[in-house]
C-alpha cells in the first residue's frame, strides 16, 4: 500500500466513523510527541544504550546491569511525560463507542493517564517493581508477589543501595515491564488476541512493528477480518498488508482525524 502524507489520507476518517469496534495498537512513536524517545529513531533508546547488555538473564546475574536499568529507568522518568493530542483522540474515540481499547507496546502508562480502557500492555509496565525471585530461570519472574510504585525503588537507589531487594523475601527487584528474554506475562497475550480478534479495524500508530510476538498481533486483526490502518514516521514491514499507510506524527494525524471523524 503506497504511503499517503497528513491526517486527510483517503479514507481514514471513514474508516475511524464507520468503525465500531476499532483497536488501537502503539508503539514508542506515539509517546515521542510527549518527550519519550522511542527506541530505535535516532536518538533512541537502543541508539544510546546495548539492548544486548539488558536482557533478562544479564539482569538476574549482573549487579552492575540492574544498577545501570535504575539509572536508565531515572531518565526515562524525568520527563514527567504527558498524554498528547494522538492518546487523547484514542481514547474519545473509543468514548464515541468507535473504539474497544487498545494494546500498547509502551510501558509509560500514558493511555491510562489520556483515559483509554481497557489498555492491555503487552511489555508490562515501568510504574510498577516487582519481586522476581532470587534466581529466576527460562525468563520468567519467580517472585514472591511483592510489587510497589516505581517510586519506592527510586527511594532505595537514592538512600544509596543500587541494587534493592525486596524486602519480604530478598529477592531481586525489577520493574514490571518485559525485557528481551523475558517471557510476556501470563494472560496479557491472551487478552490481546481475544481484543484484536473481534476488532474491525487495528490502527498501528508509532510502532517500528519488528519486535515479535507483539507485531503479530496486528496480523492477527487482519486475519480475523479486521481492516489495517498503519500511522508511522517511516516504512513498517507491515506496510504491504495495510488498507492504509499514513507517513505522518501520530499526534498531528490522529488529532484532526478523530476530531472529523466525530463531528459528523
Ligand atoms: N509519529 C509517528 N511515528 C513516530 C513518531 C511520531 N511522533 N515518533 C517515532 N515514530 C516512529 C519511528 O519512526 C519508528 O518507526 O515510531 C517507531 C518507533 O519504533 P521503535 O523505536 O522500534 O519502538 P517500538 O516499535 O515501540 O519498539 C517495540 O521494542 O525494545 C523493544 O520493548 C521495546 O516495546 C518496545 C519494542
Known amino acids: 500500500m503506497q504511503a499517503m502524507p497528513g491526517y486527510d489520507a483517503p479514507g481514514l476518517v471513514e474508516l475511524l466513523r464507520t468503525s465500531r469496534r476499532a ?12 518527550g519519550i524517545p522511542d527506541f530505535r529513531s535516532p536518538g533512541g533508546v537502543w541508539t544510546r544504550y546495548d539492548p544486548s547488555e539488558y536482557t533478562f538473564d544479564r539482569y ?14 531515572r ?30 507496546q509502551n510501558i509509560d502508562g500514558l ?3 489520556a483515559g483509554s480502557s481497557p489498555v492491555v500492555e503487552v511489555h508490562g509496565t515501568a510504574r510498577e517493581v516487582m519481586c522476581i525471585g532470587l534466581a529466576p530461570r527460562d525468563g520468567t519472574p519467580d517472585g514472591c508477589g ?8 527510586e527511594e532505595q537507589v537514592e ?14 527487584v525489577k520493574s514490571a515491564t518485559v525485557s528481551f528474554g523475558q517471557m510476556l506475562f501470563p494472560g496479557v497475550v491472551q487478552q490481546a488476541v481475544e481484543l484484536v480478534s473481534a476488532a474491525d479495524l487495528v490502527i498501528a500508530v508509532g510502532s517500528s512493528l519488528q519486535v515479535f510476538p507483539a507485531a ?10 479486521a481492516a489495517l490502518v498503519i500511522i508511522n514516521d517511516e516504512p513498517t514491514p507491515l506496510d504491504g498488508i495495510a488498507d492504509l499507510v499514513v507517513r505522518g506524527r501520530a499526534a498531528e494525524v490522529l488529532g484532526p482525524a478523530v476530531a472529523e471523524a ?3
Open 159 to 172: 538512600a544509596g543501595d543500587p541494587d534493592p531487594h525486596c524486602p519480604v523475601c530478598g529477592g531481586l
Open 216 to 225: 503479530d498481533l496486528p496480523v492477527q486483526g487482519v486475519k480475523a477480518g
Open 23 to 34: 483497536v488501537a495498537f502503539t508503539g514508542a512513536g506515539i509517546s515521542t510527541e510527549s
Open 146 to 153: 511483592f510489587t510497589a510504585p516505581y517510586t519506592w525503588g
Open 75 to 104: 531518565e526515562f522518568f524525568a520527563h514527567n511525560a504527558q498524554p498528547n493530542a494522538a492518546h487523547r483522540a484514542l481514547a474519545q474515540l473509543e468514548e464515541a463507542g468507535h473504539a474497544a481499547g487498545v494494546i500498547t
Open 60 to 73: 538476574v546475574a549482573s549487579a552492575q546491569v540492574r544498577a545501570n536499568s535504575w539509572a536508565m529507568r
Open 262 to 264: 466525530l463531528e459528523s
Open 111 to 113: 493511555h491510562q493517564l
